[in-house]
T-cell receptor, first 110, second 116 residues
């Protein structure tokens, strides 16, 4: 079993839809939770991060962490075609010990 | 600022050949690292460095060497390329993790390597 599991998709939604992206993890010692966005043929860029359970909101994006269930989510409201990318969760005990999910490819149709 | 710059962007090698992937950053980051990205596998850490003269192994170090002679540069060397090393390689850097910053990794645009 992988330490971090992420549904690879692809996920196709119409413009304006609410998108839910998820990862599960197995190591209860993990305390850093991040979401990276990767456009085609580009490097990943940090989108959201949190170090605790609960919700964190930034514009149209909300990151949610449930440590008791070892489950994290990224919600995108009012999705736009420019949100079309691969979303990678990254979970770990520190920068040198981050485990990345395999990524979920999202396509937002205009 | 250019950020993290990787060269070459594309490379085709034959089995057994050697080559070096270059990585340079102009953000004065102490931490630099190399990842490989394969379909269905996510990003896996190859080697990392916390400062000039200091390097250490990550999750998948076999077949790769690194050195860090300056803060700016962190080259990745493939000594004898194998088809299993066909992948997209990303260099990433960040500030020292003090516990008060995010430890955000800044990635280059990647180097696509094919080993025949």
């Amino acid at each position: 079993q992988k330490e971090v599991e992420q549904d690879p998709g692809p996920l196709s939604v119409p413009e304006g839809a609410i998108v839910s992206l998820n990862c599960t993890y197995s190591n209860s010692a993990f305390q850093y939770f991040m979401w990276y966005r990767q456009y085609s043929r580009k490097g990943p860029e940090l989108l959201m991060y949190t170090y605790s359970s609960g919700n964190k909101e930034d514009g149209r994006f909300t990151a949610q962490v449930d440590k008791s269930s070892k489950y994290i989510s990224l919600f995108i409201r009012d999705s736009q075609p420019s949100d079309s990318a691969t979303y990678l969760c990254a979970i770990g005990t520190g920068r040198r010990a981050l485990t990345f999910g395999s990524g979920t490819r999202l396509q937002v149709q205009p | 600022n250019a950020g993290v710059t990787q060269t070459p962007k594309f490379q085709v090698l034959k089995t057994g050949q050697s080559m070096t992937l270059q990585c340079a950053q102009d953000m004065n980051h102490e931490y630099m690292s190399w990842y490989r990205q394969d379909p269905g596998m996510g990003l896996r850490l190859i080697h990392y460095s916390v400062g000039a003269g200091i390097t250490d192994q990550g999750e998948v170090p076999n077949g790769y060497n690194v050195s860090r002679s300056t803060t700016e540069d962190f080259p990745l060397r493939l000594l004898s390329a194998a088809p299993s090393q066909t992948s997209v390689y990303f260099c990433a850097s960040s500030y020292s993790w003090t516990g008060t910053n995010t430890g955000e990794l800044f990635f280059g645009e990647g180097s696509r390597l094919t080993v025949l």
